[in-house]
C-alpha cells in the first residue's frame, strides 16, 4: 500500500547527507518549508549546497543554517535581502561560496533536470558576466547561453494539503517553487497543513501529483 | 521644472494600453500601477506565480503568503491565477508580457540595459527575475532619472556596468524627458518645460536627436 505521510518532522528529513544538494522552496518569506529546514538543521548534516531563490533572513531556516556553518554553497538568484545579514557576513569572509543564477534560469535548470532533459540554451544573462565560461551560440540573432540541468539529492518544499499518494495543492503565492523542486530531486519531502482523503483532491487541480512526492508531513 | 516621481509614473501609466499584460520591476516603476487610468483594465503579473496581482491590503490584514516581487503584501482580483515559477517564467521569457516597467542604472544608445549590478564590489551580487524580464518583454519601458544623485548620466554611448541585456529597450522616461531608442541612437520626443535642448544634451553622455515634433512632458 502506497502511504508517503511521516508522522514527524524528524522522520520527514531522515537520510539527509552531509554534502547534498538541498533544494528549498519559497520566495522572500512565501512558502518557505520552515519547519522542514530547521529539521534538517537539527539533524546535523553539513557541507550543504542550499539551492533557493533568497539567501534567508533573520534568524531561521535557510539564514539559521548559514550561522551554523552547514552552508559549503548556496545557488540562488537575489541573496540581497533586507535583513540577509548572515549570507553577507559569510560572503566577505569568503566562507560561502555563491553560485549567482538568473531567476528564471534557476527554475528552467531544475526543470530540465526533473524532466531528464540536457541543457537548454537561453538568452537570459547570455550579454551579462554569468555567461562567462560557458557556450555561448547566436540563435535567430540573438544571443544564447548553454545552461545545464541542475539535479539534486533533496527538495523541501512547502505545499497546503496532501494525500497519502503524495498528491500536493498548494495556497496562493506560497506555490512558486515547489511544483519544479519535486521534479528535480532523489528525495522530495513537502511539509503541508493538512492531510485529505485520498479522493479528495479534485484530479482536475492536482497541482503536483504524487510520482514526484516521496514524504508528506504536517507542520 | 524636473519631474516628480509621481509625475514619471503618471507619464508612463499613460502609454499602458487597456488590456494590457504588465510586469512592473521594483523600486520606481512600482508607483505606475496607482496612477493607471481607472477606465482601464490592466493584468498585474509577478514573477512568483501571479497573474490578476491588486492593491496592497490594509496594514496587518491580507495573506502573508500572497507577496509580490518587493515581497510586499498584495491581493488577488476576479479573474486572477497562482501558477508555479517555471510557467511564471514561460510567460515572461517567451514574450508573454506585453509591457514591463524597469528601473535603470545606465541606458545605452543601442538599447542595452545595466540595472543589476555597478562597479562596486562591497555586496553580493543579485540579479532575481530582472534579465528574464528584460529580453522577454514584448515591449521595455525603462523609468528612471535622468542622471545620477552625484549628477552623472545615466543615458550612455555603451554601459560600463555589466548588461542585464543587449539592445532590449525601447523607451525610457525620465524626470527630464521621455526619449525613444532608436536606430541612430536616442530620439527625444518629450522635454520638460524650462529645459532647453542644450541642457538635457549636457546631462546625457549619448548624442541627442530631437523630433521634429517635440512636445513639453
Redesign the interface.
Known sequence: MIDKRVPSLEDAVAGVRDGDTVLVGG?????VPVELVHAVLEQGPRDLTIVTNN?GTGETDIAALIREHRVRKIIC?????AGSVW??KF?RAGEIE?E??????L??R??AAGAGLGGFF?????????AQGKEVRVIDGR?HVFEKPLQADVALIKADRADRWGNLV???????????MATAATLTVAQVRAFVELGELDPEAV?TPGIFVDRVVIA | MRLSAQQMAARVAQDIPDGSYVNLGIGLPTLVADVVPPDREIVYH?????LGMGPSPEPGTG?????NAG?QRVS?LPGGA?????DA?VM??GGHIDITVLGAFQVAANG?LAN?ATDEAS??????????LA??ARRVLVMTTHTTKDGRPKLLPACTY?????AVVHRVYTDLAVLDVAPDGFVVRELVDGLTHDELQERTAAPLRFAPDLVVL
Request: hydrophobic content about 40%; proline content about 10%.
Open positions: 520566495f522572500g518569506n512565501s512558502g539567501a538568484s537575489y541573496p540581497r535581502s549570507f553577507e560572503w555563491l549567482l543564477v538568473p531567476q528564471g534560469t527554475s528552467e531544475m526543470r537561453t538568452p537570459a544573462g547570455a550579454d551579462s558576466p554569468l544571443r498548494y495556497h496562493s503565492a506560497a506555490r512558486n517553487f515547489g511544483p519544479v497541482v | 509577478s514573477e512568483n506565480g501571479i495573506d502573508p503568503e500572497l507577496i515581497k488577488l497562482y501558477f508555479h515559477h517555471t517564467f515572461m521569457r542595452d543589476w555586496m553580493p551580487p543579485a540579479v532575481g527575475g530582472a534579465m528574464d529580453v522577454g555589466p548588461l542585464t541585456a543587449a
